[in-house]
């Protein structure tokens, strides 16, 4: 199909360019790290307290991480107007996204995962009992983050103040992946772990949601 | 009958954050009208 | 002009009537006493605001299909609109708390998803401050507003679960609590008087936004 072939191909420019410089990756990463660092000197939990607030906490500094991340999305292809190119290259405009937006997710997914030891230790709950269900939610929640971060980068991109206004879209945008995820997470990590399924699939019909949006609007979104 | 103030509050703060509103749009719209009705003049050109 | 008077004075009569209603007509209730008066019209406005931006979300959807300016309009005066009836909702809802609680705010679920969408509207007129260029700026606007709305419902949804997980007190009389069929006769009333004049004020903006293009195109003869 050549909407799958596009895309693949689409995604493995941008696995490449950020590989080459892994950049993102980096500062994302470092860039968590220092707000959970934050709020544990702001809160200064108690072991009970960072089990109940701690994995609140991840999903907020993902959230924060993460509306930092997508701003080069859409700002790099400006840069060299590489945008028109990409829009002659491919069929449909929709692969454009989908490669970034799986791209985003990879890379969240990533940071996620290198940062779930140091969480783990950092708030003393240990991860390894839930991993498969954690990975579960961090996969819906990052989908859904990148989805509504790639879409809103490329609104943001032709705006001004676009380094303070992607943030601003996309916080509220966002609060359900923020309390739900938050809130799946916490239960999963408690003493007595419970998954709660009904929050894992409300994740999922938030990220059916914004795909579809973005599959019917995203040519709009690219339009010069 | 004891909270009765905050009642009269509401609908006071409520309908004042309205009012202030419309009147906001009706003052705006008499001065856009101003304005237009000056351009037309400086346009003898039967615009 | 002779329609909008019409429109602005059966606005207003309905709005006093319902006043009226809310403090003569309808029976007090048994717990709360005379405070939850406020209900009339604390929730009319907030019904009033969700059809004020669903009238925006309408107008998004035909901006992008039809692309006439007259849908950026309708969509910039029914936003402004409805966050000015959720600023109401905002207010009169602490007002209503803290008589009865002695607080001002629970992150009740209600209050709080109307919170969420007052940011979402508010980053929707943001947004449209920082296009300069019309067209561009009714596009991007239009789109984000789409997102925006199609946000709602998972807005209202994921707070309502996520206050099932964790239980606060509720400030504006449960969503169960049967009202007395007085009572609910009142409250329809107030909110067909609400949407009656949040009609008006959305006619009236439009009007000034009207105008404003009529002032760009006198100026921009003037000056050729």
Known sequence: MSLLSNTATLLGKELRTEFRSRELLTTTVVFILVVLILFSFAISPTAEESREFGPGLLWLAILFAASLMLQPCFLRE?????????????????????????????????????????????????????????????????????????????????????????????????????????????????????????????????????????????EYLLEE | MKNLDSVFAAYLIGWGVFFLFYLTIAKRTSDLRTEIERLRALLPRGK | MAKRIILGAVAVLLVIASAYASFYIAPEERTMGVIQRIFYFHVGSAWAG????????????LYVWRRQEKYDWLGVSSAEVGLVLTTVVLITGPIWAHPVWGIWWTWDARLTSTFVLW?????????????????????????????????????????????????????????????????????FFTVLAMNVFAGFLIVERYILEKLKHEVDILQREAEA
């Not at chain 1, 069929?91 to 969480?119: G, Q, R, S, W, Y």
């Not at chain 3, 920082?130 to 707070?159: T, Y």
């Not at chain 3, 996520?162 to 609590?177: A, E, K």
């Open chain 1, 78 to 218: 400006q840069s060299n107007d590489t945008l028109s190119s990409l829009r002659l290259a491919v069929d449909d405009p929709f692969a454009i996204f989908l490669a970034k937006l799986v791209a985003n997710t990879l890379f969240l997914l990533l940071t996620e995962i290198l940062m779930l030891p140091l969480f783990s230790v950092f708030y003393n709950i240990p991860i390894l009992p839930q991993l498969r269900y954690l990975l579960l939610v961090l996969l819906l929640g990052s989908l859904g983050i990148s989805i509504a971060g790639t879409a809103l980068s490329a609104i943001s991109a032709q705006a001004r103040m676009r380094e303070l206004l992607l943030p601003l879209l996309l916080l509220p945008l966002l609060t359900p992946i923020l309390v739900v995820s938050a809130t799946v997470s916490v239960s999963l990590l408690e003493r007595e772990p419970v998954v709660l399924w009904k929050g894992i699939g409300f994740l999922a019909i938030f990220d059916l949601v914004f795909l579809t949006a973005l599959w019917l609007f995203g």
């Open chain 3, 50 to 61: 969700m059809d004020a931006f669903l009238v925006c979300f309408i107008a998004n959807l």
């Open chain 3, 119 to 187: 940011l979402l509207y508010v980053s929707y007129l943001l947004l449209r401050t920082l296009v300069e260029e019309q067209d561009r700026r009714a596009l991007l606007s239009s789109l984000f507003g789409i997102f925006a709305f199609l946000d709602v419902p998972l807005v209202f949804g994921a707070i309502r679960w996520w206050r099932t997980q964790h239980p606060s007190p509720v400030i504006m009389g449960g969503q169960g609590s049967g009202l007395d069929p007085t009572m609910k006769k009142v409250f």
